[in-house]
């Protein structure tokens, strides 16, 4: 058992509104391991018999969220992923972002995200997949804030501010990088051919 406790993900956007009821099951002959799955639209929990109603209650969301990630994984295809970015803009930036092309990439390790404005190009690096769903529609809408305004100043974070977990999700990826110690935060091309460092 050595999954992290997480507070459940975003369940509001259409790719994860599947509301489904819990059903917890006690085993007596489960000693330690905990395991979830999907049945109908019911989730079936299994726990070990003696644990108590707070660990219940805690492995419960630790479950929920990992099954929601793995489903995150399987059904986010390069269509998908440009589903999501159609309703992410029309929900937070007015459907003023268009691009012409979001796509997975596994050639970015350094950087979560990427776009070009003069090709309407959006890429997110594979390393995305699996993580909670609110990260990948943080990186998301950020790179399609980026084919309206370049750069990480004022009037860029102003398009962020209606997305409600930008610092959560930022917080994430920090994490993230931090643990892999890798050598930078994602950066993101403006327009001109730079880069910037994500801040
Ligand atoms: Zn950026």
């Keep these: 058992m050595s999954a992290e406790p997480v507070s459940p993900a ?3 956007h259409p ?3 599947r509301a489904t009821a819990v ?3 006690r085993s007596a002959r489960r000693r330690r391991t905990v395991s979830a799955y999907r049945e109908g639209n019911r989730t079936i929990v299994l726990i070990p018999a003696r644990m108590s109603a707070a660990e219940e209650q805690r492995w419960v969301a630790v479950m929920l969220d990992k099954l929601a990630a793995q489903e995150s994984k399987r059904m986010l295809g390069d269509d998908e992923l440009a589903e999501r970015a159609a309703w992410l803009s029309e929900q937070y ?3 003023r972002a268009r691009p012409d092309t979001v796509r997975w990439v596994t050639n970015q390790n350094t950087r979560w995200g990427s776009c070009t404005p003069a ?3 959006i890429r997110l690096s594979h390393r995305l997949q699996g993580m909670p769903e609110y990260v990948v529609d943080y990186v998301l809408l950020h790179e399609l804030a980026h084919l309206l305004v370049p750069g990480h100043g ?5 398009l962020l501010e209606a997305y409600p977990r930008t610092e959560r999700a930022r917080g994430y990826l920090e994490g993230v990088v931090a643990a892999a110690r890798l050598p930078c935060l994602p950066t993101a091309r403006d327009g001109r051919g730079g880069q910037r460092e994500e801040r």
């Design 10 to 12: 975003s369940r509001s």
């Design 119 to 121: 090709e309407g190009s």
């Design 154 to 158: 004022p009037r860029f974070w102003a």
């Design 23 to 25: 059903e917890v099951r």
């Design 93 to 95: 930036l007015d459907g």
């Design 15 to 17: 790719l994860g509104s």
